[in-house]
T-cell receptor
């Protein structure tokens, strides 16, 4: 079974700081990787996803993530955060090619941006 | 995402009551899911359905049941609600193309069991 670890539970940054949120997964086969964002009081929205090809994936709102297969990692980055990026961020993985379409989520990282 | 709707959005109930949460989608997806979200635990899968005739238990199905009335509708029931079922419940849909499967979430239902 796959699992996802997000080691940063709460990150506090000032506006314009650079962001990197960690995500590590455990699964031996080919995986699909996702980052979702949940703004306060709202539902989960897809930020970006990786299926294959270029390991550097660009998403909405200036976010990007890099898939490093050797490290089983899919870290989320943004060069300059804004107050509006305050939200909870979830990394998730599934492996549909191997018949495991169920999405496994990490426990989330709460990001607080200080104006 | 307005394509996935959940009703009610908020519900307060008492221990022992039967509760039904409803989910509807206009995305035309075959696959639907129910999750619960608890602080510090992320999202955990309760039940999922890959088509109208297919229902599967997720990792935390005890105390819950589901009904897939149509491709567009997937309901979650708590037969006898208990306080530790207080949580935020999300419905999701996805469309598996043989290689990739991306889930899209509804707005959530906040359930409080007293």
């Amino acid at each position: 079974a796959q699992s996802v670890s997000q080691h940063n539970h709460h990150v506090i940054l000032s506006e314009a700081a650079s962001l990197e949120l960690g995500c590590n997964y455990s699964y031996g086969g080919t995986v699909n990787l996702f980052w979702y964002v949940q703004y306060p009081g709202q539902h989960l929205q897809l930020l970006l996803k990786y299926f294959s090809g270029d390991p550097l994936v660009k998403g909405i709102k200036g976010f990007e993530a890099e898939f490093i297969k050797s490290k089983f990692s899919f870290n989320l980055r943004k060069p300059s955060v804004q107050w509006s990026d305050t939200a909870e961020y979830f990394c998730a993985v599934n492996a549909p090619f191997f018949g495991n379409e169920k999405l496994t989520f990490g426990t989330g990282t709460r990001l607080t941006i200080i104006p | 995402d307005a394509d996935v709707t959940q009703t009610p959005r908020n519900r307060i109930t008492k221990t022992g009551k039967r509760i039904m949460l409803e989910c509807s989608q206009t995305k035309g997806h075959d696959r639907m899911y129910w999750y619960r979200q608890d602080p510090g635990l992320g999202l955990r899968l309760i039940y999922y359905s890959f088509d109208v005739k297919d229902i599967n238990k997720g990792e935390i199905s005890d105390g819950y049941s589901v009904s897939r009335q149509a491709q567009a509708k997937f309901s979650l029931s708590l037969e006898s609600a208990i306080p530790n079922q207080t949580a935020l419940y999300f419905c999701a849909t996805s469309d598996f193309d043989g290689i990739t499967d991306t889930q899209y979430f509804g707005p959530g239902t906040r359930l409080t069991v007293l």
